[in-house]
């Protein structure tokens, strides 16, 4: 039976009462922002989800008779725009229940001396679970469909597993980002509990969640154990996972990226997080061996993370088009829409104003670059390019249905622009995650909001009232 309709509780029944690989959903009508440099943006488009992935996309499928099956269930999404979902290239998630206790934190020592030499000590497995499991709704809820935790609080291995079932409990596309923290007592049985980890959750080719080393840029901080070096790339080596590092700032770090680069320890592979500061050898050796980055704007400019610029012009300047994240939660926001509005914004400012007085023309980037960089860059950041990022056939089906009538957003005049510069959580009426429903009808799904409200609040009290150690 096909159903012509918006994103009614109706249609989801229907979608939801047909086994997830036996499913046929064709959205239609929709201002379609694929990110594919080939497809472009497609008004009044067609797009067909098959199971998880995404099969067509186009103009007229449904006259062309992808709608014929009786099996398919067709959404009317007209008045939308369809984009891939965000995808977000860093965060640490465990945080997530002490969002906000810091906002005007100073600087990154009393990030440190708070977060991780003070709360972190305390976190036991059901606190990680709790703050993972709440940033990953958070995300879904506003259009964030991968999430990059960079989990450095794995005390145990409870810790570890704790975090990896809140990713798996909500459907979100996860990569876990596996690193011992920084202070205070812990187990040791990192970086040898990875291939555990692997075995154990990561088995499979296709599937939500993927595995990464996690790694500091230097000892400055913790010490030798968490600093990403020979020793550390071959864990990741042999066991065939990426690499993120973390705290990548100031002259320290590019040091290093130089041994690393003689040393061939960078690469695709390879993701280099914050590269705030530093020095044009070392982005040329980035550039060279193609490793990637991810920005955490409002973090380097709100926290003051060295030169507090967001690093997008040595970026591109090297060849490398960054990924984006959002850091942590204690002191920042946690949706796309600010990481991409306040980059949008600190670049054109700084273009403008490095030719004031002159007859230069600035160099400034676009809302069409932050929305690559939100999407399609942040997928091969991860090492996920070949899964989403776009809506390409043949990609899962990570999808956001965006108002594009709602009272903030209409008329449509540009889609990309409605969407980077317009568009918020509220907006979003439909997230699909590997072509299953997360969000519908502006909900996200299959979540008891007071008994998480209770879960949240009794895990924060715990956190806040325990002695570090």
Not at 306 to 322: F, H, N, W
Request: with cysteine; glycine share 10%.
């Amino acid at each position: 039976m096909n159903v012509h309709d918006t994103t009614s509780d109706a249609v989801l029944t229907r979608i939801r009462s047909r086994a997830a690989d036996r499913r046929r959903i064709l959205f239609t009508g929709a201002t379609i922002v694929t990110m594919d440099p080939r497809l472009g943006v497609i008004d009044r488009g067609d797009l067909l989800v098959e199971g998880d992935s995404i099969t067509a996309v186009g103009a007229g499928l449904g006259a062309a008779g992808a709608d014929a099956r009786a099996d398919t269930v067709v959404v009317d999404a007209t008045g939308t725009i369809l984009t891939p979902g965000f995808v977000d290239t860093h965060r640490h998630a465990w945080q997530t229940q002490l969002r906000r206790i810091m906002p005007d934190v100073d600087d990154l020592g009393a990030y440190v001396a708070t977060t991780l030499a003070g709360y972190a000590t305390v976190y036991r497995p059901e606190d990680m679970y709790t703050g993972t499991r709440l940033a990953a709704l958070t995300a879904i809820d506003s259009g964030i469909t991968t999430m990059l935790d960079f989990s450095h609080n794995s005390r145990t291995r409870e810790h570890s597993d704790a975090a990896i079932q809140a990713l798996l409990g909500t459907g979100i596309r996860g990569v876990h980002a596996s690193m011992g923290p920084h202070f205070g007592a812990w187990d040791r049985q990192w970086p040898g509990d990875l291939t555990r980890l692997k075995d154990q959750y990561f088995a499979g080719d296709d599937q939500l969640l993927t595995l990464r080393l996690a790694a500091l840029a230097t000892d400055e901080i913790a010490g030798p154990e968490l600093a990403y070096g020979s020793g550390l790339a071959r864990v990741a080596r042999d066991l065939g996972v990426g690499v993120s590092v973390d705290a990548v700032f100031g002259t320290a770090s590019s040091e290093a990226v130089l041994r690393w680069a003689g040393a061939g320890l960078l690469g695709p592979d390879v993701t280099l997080i914050h590269a705030t500061g530093l020095t044009t050898a070392a982005w040329r050796a980035m550039g060279d061996t193609g490793t990637t980055v991810s920005l955490a704007p409002t973090s380097d400019a709100q926290i003051g993370l060295e030169t507090a610029i967001p690093a997008v012009d040595e970026a591109l300047s090297a060849g490398i088009r960054p990924g984006l994240s959002i850091d942590v939660e204690v002191a920042l926001a946690g949706d796309m829409f600010t990481q991409m509005r306040a980059l949008h914004t600190i670049q054109r400012m700084r273009a403008v104003n490095a030719v004031h007085g002159t007859d230069r023309q600035p160099s400034r980037i676009t809302t069409h670059d932050v929305l690559d960089f939100a999407t399609l860059q942040g997928a091969r950041t991860n090492g996920l390019a070949a899964v989403t990022g776009s809506l390409t056939p043949g990609k899962k089906a990570d999808l956001l249905v965006i108002g594009a009538e709602d009272l903030n957003n209409m008329p449509l005049n540009d889609p990309i622009g409605t969407v980077v510069l317009g568009t918020d959580a509220r907006n979003i009426c439909a997230v699909l995650i590997n072509g299953e429903p997360r969000k519908w009808n502006g909900q996200v799904l299959d979540v008891d909001l007071p008994a998480l409200r209770t879960e949240v609040c009794a895990s924060r009290s715990y956190v806040l009232n325990a002695p570090a150690v």
